[in-house]
């Protein structure tokens, strides 16, 4: 069974451009949740995909949008990037339903580096 | 809110030694799960054990265990017999109807 799977997994922008990263969850999976990483804030919550309907969603503005295919893949989309945006986002994947057990699976992230 | 606190950035222990990680969280809620997850150096996120509230008995992983308070809301987590492979980031995490939360994480060091 194949794991999550993030692309790209490194890449560097400027201020002001836009990103979109790619997310392709465990077969089967209908949730995928991203996460901001910083050595300073740790793990931030950014949002919930579920059946392609956001479900929850972090305390991020507005230039972070993410949406979910009906296949459960994800994108998520920083717009007007800003130095601070910096980090690896990491995507998780889940089954989302009432028998999920909270547990997540991991992708291996994607390091944005703003310039 | 609920919300998850790891009070020790980084711990070190020799190996083969003992180590405890320390985790408090706070809700208001009776069912939920907690867990502890590893990220090792530049490698992706593992979950190391998981703990349903509504169990009394602490979970277990081979060297991994937890000592679970729910009165207290604490979630400890015991590595035995530390190896060379477990130095990585920890982070406690508490769910609740898929909204989850992590701790800052506590980045713990193997010594030779």
């Known amino acids: 069974k194949a794991g999550v799977t993030q692309t790209p997994r490194y890449l560097i922008k400027t201020r002001g451009q836009q990103v979109t990263l790619s997310c392709s969850p465990i077969?089967?999976?209908?949730?995928v949740s991203w996460y901001q990483q910083t050595p300073g804030q740790g793990l931030q919550f950014l949002f919930e995909?579920?059946?392609?309907?956001?479900?929850n969603k972090g305390n991020f503005p507005g230039r972070f949008s993410g949406r979910q295919f009906s296949n459960s893949r994800s994108e998520m989309n920083v717009s007007t990037l800003e130095l601070g945006d910096s980090a690896l986002y990491l995507c998780?994947?889940?089954?989302?339903?009432?028998?999920?057990?909270?547990?997540?699976?991991f992708g291996e992230g994607s390091r944005l580096t703003v310039l | 809110a609920q919300t998850v606190t790891q009070s020790q950035p980084e711990m070190s222990v020799q190996e083969a030694e003992t180590v405890t990680l320390s985790c408090t969280y706070d809700?208001?809620?009776?069912?939920?799960?907690l867990f502890w997850y590893k990220q090792p150096p530049s490698r992706q996120m593992i979950l190391v054990i998981r703990?349903?509230?509504?169990?009394?008995q602490n979970a277990t992983e081979n060297r991994f265990s937890v000592n679970f308070q729910k009165a207290a809301k604490s979630f400890s987590l015991k590595i035995s017999d530390s190896q060379l492979g477990d130095a990585a980031m920890y982070f406690c995490?508490?769910?609740?109807?898929?909204?989850?939360?992590f701790g800052k994480g506590t980045r713990l060091h193997i010594l030779p």
């Open positions: 998780a994947s889940s089954l989302g339903t009432d028998a999920n057990t909270g547990e997540l699976f």
């Open positions: 077969s089967g999976h209908r949730s």
């Open positions: 995909y579920f059946s392609e309907t956001q479900r």
């Open positions: 809700t208001s809620e009776s069912d939920y799960y």
């Open positions: 703990q349903e509230a509504y169990k009394q």
């Open positions: 995490a508490y769910c609740r109807r898929d909204k989850i939360i």
